[in-house]
C-alpha cells in the first residue's frame, strides 16, 4: 500500500499565482485533513473532509480551498499565493474521525516569493 | 490563542534514562489526548492516546498521563533510546468536533548515546 502521496515535494511559487497541492490515499478512509506546519506553530488545521462531497473549514482556512469529490483525493488549492503562504502542509487521512490513528504522507514544502 | 500548549522546546535526556514531555490544555471541552511523533523530512507518525475517563495509558516504552483537574498531559518514554529523538506534538479534540485537531508547538527531544 502507498498510504498517503502528496504532490509535488517542493514548490516556488510567485505571489499571486495559484496552484493545487495533490493528496491521495489507498486505504478507503473517510476522513482527510490538511495542515500547514510553521516554526514554533506546530500543526495547524485548514481544511477537513469526513466523506466524498462533505468538507469543512480548520483553524486557518483563508486563501485555501479544498473538494473532495472522491474518497481517494483531498486537493488543497491556494487560489492567489502570499509569502505568508510560505509553509510545509501535510496531508493526512484516518479511518472516520480525527481522533482515529491519521496517518500523514511525506509533506509538500512551500516557498511564495 | 494557543488551547494546547508545550511550554518545553526541547530536551536533551541520555540514553537509558526517563524523557518526560509536557503538554497543557485551555479548553476544557477536550475529552480526547494523543501524542504524534515526527523524524525530519517526514509526516508526523502517531504514538499514543488517551482519552478523558482515563488517566494513564501505557504502550511498551511510552506511558501517557492525564491530570484533568491542572489541565495537563504528559508522555513518558522509559527508558529513552536514540531512535527516540525527534518532535513530539500533542494533540487534542472536543468530543462535540471529532471533524477538529488542535495541536501543540511540539518538543524536540534529542537522546543521547
Known amino acids: 500500500n502507498a498510504g498517503v502521496t502528496q504532490t509535488p515535494k517542493f514548490q516556488v511559487l510567485k505571489t499571486g499565482q495559484s496552484m493545487t497541492l495533490q493528496c491521495a490515499q489507498d486505504m478507503n478512509h473517510e476522513y482527510m485533513s490538511w495542515y500547514r506546519q510553521d516554526p514554533g506553530m506546530g500543526l495547524r488545521l485548514i481544511h477537513y473532509s469526513v466523506g466524498a462531497g462533505i468538507t469543512d473549514q480548520g483553524e486557518v482556512p483563508n486563501g485555501y480551498n479544498v473538494s473532495r469529490s472522491t474518497t481517494e483525493d483531498f486537493p488543497l488549492r491556494l487560489l492567489s499565493a502570499a509569502p505568508s503562504q510560505t509553509s510545509v502542509y501535510f496531508c493526512a487521512s484516518s479511518q472516520r474521525t480525527s481522533t482515529d490513528t491519521q496517518y500523514f504522507g511525506p509533506g509538500t514544502r512551500l516557498t511564495v516569493l | ?113
Not at chain 2, 530536551?11 to 497543557?24: K, Y
Not at chain 2, 508526523?44 to 482515563?54: D, Q, R, V, Y
Open chain 2, 1 to 113: 490563542d494557543q488551547q494546547v500548549k508545550q511550554n518545553s522546546p526541547s530536551l536533551s535526556v541520555q540514553e537509558g534514562r526517563i524523557s518526560i514531555l509536557n503538554c497543557d490544555y485551555t479548553n476544557s471541552m477536550f475529552d480526547y489526548f494523543l501524542w504524534y511523533k515526527k523524524y525530519p523530512a517526514e509526516g508526523p507518525t502517531f504514538l499514543i492516546s488517551i482519552s478523558s475517563i482515563k488517566d494513564k495509558n501505557e504502550d511498551g516504552r511510552f506511558t501517557v498521563f492525564l491530570n484533568k483537574s491542572a489541565k495537563h498531559l504528559s508522555l513518558h518514554i522509559v527508558p529513552s533510546q536514540p531512535g527516540d529523538s525527534a518532535v513530539y506534538f500533542c494533540a487534542a479534540s472536543a468530543g462535540t468536533s471529532y471533524g477538529k485537531l488542535t495541536f501543540g508547538q511540539g518538543t524536540i527531544l534529542t537522546v543521547h548515546p
